[in-house]
């Protein structure tokens, strides 16, 4: 019978000795390689700090307050209690529901109508939009002037309703640069309301003011989905209320001429007629009041639907002044040099295997 192998006992220390030793020897043995590498991404680093565009970050915070949704709290707090979440079941089933708000507030139709808006600029220029700065200051004016498919200088005035073929692809790029680059749209806590916009250009008005004026669509826009069809019946309500008052006013000064007639009439024989008649137009008058009555009723309870359904979107949180985003020269000598080693040390370590 063969003696049996002892089984060599696996530990982390044998392997993160090898790695020490791999690394000690690619240290004394390319020492001079390694530190021309370290100098190569030290300066890298340094030349993308200098040379990257410094850009400013503006970001508004805002609540979200839907009647509808705040009356499941109750339940939801109940649900909670056993680990369901009723809001994630429930969703937003609408277009202006639940987490739809997100790809709302992204949406190229309303942050077109929120670019289309007056900048003020130095210049004086009469309908100079947020479109124009964008493009300005990001190069793409004139990038555009010196191509030869475009070749002039383009302008997204703000009062601008129609775009030739170019213009509206080139709009497009423009907003599809935001929408992929420099716009985020986020919901810090699923179970809250809470929502926030960030938006960063190389422009610190500009900045603010796409955040504002994109906030100020969506909000517009998010409130008249929710409440046009309540509105449209207020309307129509309203116009029913109005026009039956005229008729009900019509009525009542008709039955007191009836009534005033009817006691001028002297002659005993003929007053049956005119008393019949101002019966009549009594009861038209007391008829009509009961269904103008009943009117009002139901017009001020639309109105306090109207009320009820239209949510309230309050700003919690809103930088005055866009945040300045630029990376410290230190910091890009300092990463481009450890990045540098790191490759450096990978590659020559390779080469030892």
């Known amino acids: 019978m063969q003696p049996q192998e002892p089984i060599e006992e696996f530990t982390f220390r044998v392997p993160i000795l090898r790695a020490w030793r791999s690394i000690k020897w690619v240290v004394s043995t390319y020492s001079i390689q390694l530190i021309i590498c370290m ?14 565009p410094v850009t400013y970050q503006a970001q ?19 649900a ?22 997100l790809e709302l507030a992204k949406s190229k139709i309303l942050l077109q109508k929120a670019l289309q808006t007056n900048y003020p600029n130095t210049n004086n220029e009469a309908n100079y939009s947020l479109a124009d700065e964008y493009a300005e200051t990001q190069g793409l004016k004139l990038k ?31 907003l599809k640069r935001i929408v992929e680059k420099d716009l985020s749209v986020s919901k810090p806590d699923k179970k809250l309301g809470f929502y926030t ?62 009534l005033v007639d009817n006691q001028l009439d002297v002659n005993m024989a003929l007053s049956a007629a ?23 009723k139901n017009l001020e309870l639309a109105k306090t639907g109207l009320i009820q359904e239209t949510p309230s979107i309050v700003v919690v949180d809103e930088l005055k002044l866009p945040l300045k985003q630029q990376v410290d020269w230190w910091l890009g000598v300092f990463t481009g040099g450890l990045i540098g080693a790191v490759v450096g040390m990978f590659y020559f370590f390779k080469l030892k295997r």
């Open 80 to 101: 909670g209690q056993v680990g369901l979440d009723l809001g994630a079941l429930s969703g937003g089933n609408g277009v202006l529901g639940g987490d739809n708000v």
């Open 197 to 258: 916009i960030q938006i960063e250009t190389r422009n610190e008005l500009l900045s603010k003011l796409i955040a504002e004026k994109l906030l100020a669509t969506t909000t517009n826009f998010y409130i008249e989905g929710k409440t046009s069809r309540l509105r449209k019946n207020l309307e129509r309500l309203q116009n029913r209320v109005d026009s039956l008052g005229i008729e009900v006013n019509k009525k009542t000064v008709a039955s007191v001429h009836a």
């Open 274 to 296: 005119p008393s019949s008649n101002a019966e009549i137009k009594s009861k038209d008058k007391t008829f009509a009041n009961i269904v103008y009555g009943e009117l009002l």
């Open 144 to 174: 555009w002037k010196k191509s030869s498919k475009v070749g002039y200088t383009v302008s997204f005035a703000s009062n601008k309703t129609q775009f030739t073929r170019l213009e509206d692809s080139l709009f497009q790029i423009v």
């Open 39 to 52: 100098l190569l991404g030290a300066g890298i680093g340094l030349g993308y700090a200098l040379y990257k």
């Open 60 to 78: 508004i915070s805002f609540f979200v307050e839907d009647s509808k949704s705040s009356g499941g709290s109750l339940m939801s707090m109940l």
